[in-house]
């Protein structure tokens, strides 16, 4: 079945140690979104990518990172996570070809926990 | 500002019908999103709405009225299953999704 795959579903960092989250996708869409959500809030877009264009949100903190090598892969790097940072972290895919029908479709998420 | 506002939790008897609101004060339209979050799970897509009506699919229904920014969840003949967070999304004029908080949908048997 065509997915969007989270690795790992939880994580465990110490405060300041970098930490990675992997998403990757089998759906071979354009678009693939990095999400915040804390308990009982609203998913918070960090960024996304269409194909290899990269679109920073304005207020996500430099702390955040993200790197697409391919259609099908998509990194998030916390380069010193804070107690703060602790969140779901969804990963979800559109076509973005264009048009009012342009669904996401989301990943399972990784739960990161800071230490 | 963009706003999505929805209650914050509800509560309903199994069988039952619920309808969850969700008004909206976005810069431009471009579609309605409903999506299901069961605790600790990503949303899965339940419904997209772009014109004015209902949209039916199967025990959910999905309402939209663009000149009243506002949209609603029907669900009938609830389950257990449904209990869940019920997330309303308005897509821009940037085609950027706005989120609202969700609702949070107990279930009593």
């Known amino acids: 079945d065509a997915m969007v795959i989270q690795n790992p579903r939880y994580q465990v960092t110490q405060f300041g140690k970098p930490v990675t989250l992997s998403c990757s996708q089998t759906?071979?869409?354009?678009?693939m979104y990095w999400y915040q959500q804390k308990s009982s809030q609203a998913p918070k877009l960090l960024f996304h990518?269409?194909?290899?264009?990269?679109?920073n949100e304005a207020d996500t903190p430099d702390n955040f990172q993200s790197r697409r090598p391919n259609t099908s892969f998509c990194f998030l790097d916390i380069r010193s996570p804070g107690l703060g940072d602790a969140a779901m972290y969804l990963c979800?895919?559109?076509?973005?070809?264009?048009?009012?029908?342009?669904?996401?479709?989301f990943g399972p998420g990784t739960r990161l926990t800071v230490l | 500002g963009q706003n999505i506002d929805q209650p914050t939790e509800m509560t309903a008897t199994e069988g039952a019908i619920v309808q969850i609101n969700c008004t909206y004060q976005?810069?431009?339209?471009?579609?309605l999103f409903w999506y299901q979050q069961h605790a600790g799970e990503a949303p899965t897509f339940l419904s997209y709405?772009?014109l004015d009506g209902l949209e039916e699919k199967g025990r959910f229904s999905s309402f939209l009225s663009r000149s009243k920014g506002y949209s609603y969840l029907l669900l009938k003949e609830l389950q257990m299953k449904d209990s869940a967070s019920y997330l309303c999304?308005?897509?821009?004029?940037?085609?950027?999704?706005?989120w609202g908080a969700g609702t949070k949908l107990i279930i009593k048997p």
């Open positions: 759906l071979n869409h354009n678009v």
């Open positions: 976005t810069s431009g339209f471009n579609g």
């Open positions: 990518y269409y194909d290899k264009d990269f679109n």
């Open positions: 709405n772009v």
């Open positions: 979800a895919t559109s076509r973005g070809e264009g048009g009012h029908t342009d669904t996401q479709y």
């Open positions: 999304a308005v897509r821009d004029s940037n085609y950027q999704l706005i």
